[in-house]
């Protein structure tokens, strides 16, 4: 590998450093703009903010409570009786 190869490959990798360290700058800006719009939006609008948060909470719950109540483990097989019924 000559010296010209080396430095390519030197530079190649600077240039790859310094395009992620824009692109991670860049996704903090839209970050920050998101949540500062969101927040804007909520204060405009609280009682759909209110609304929005009461059904993720219910969904996220519903689909906790589901995943206990209807999930099995690897042991039960396709005979196998409920939990309840044992």
């Not at 310094?18 to 800006?29: D, I, L, N, V, W």
């Not at 719009?37 to 209110?50: G, I, M, Q, R």
């Amino acid at each position: 590998m000559t010296n010209a190869q080396k430095t390519g490959g030197a530079n190649d990798a600077a240039s790859l450093t310094e395009r992620a360290r824009e692109a991670a700058s860049s996704a903090g800006e839209k970050v920050a703009a998101a949540a500062s719009s969101t927040v804007e939006a909520a204060k405009d609008h609280p009682y759909a903010a209110a609304g929005i948060v009461a059904g993720v909470t219910a969904a996220v719950g519903g689909a906790a409570y589901a995943a206990t109540k209807l999930g099995g483990s690897a042991d039960d097989g396709p005979g196998s009786k409920p939990k309840s019924a044992q």
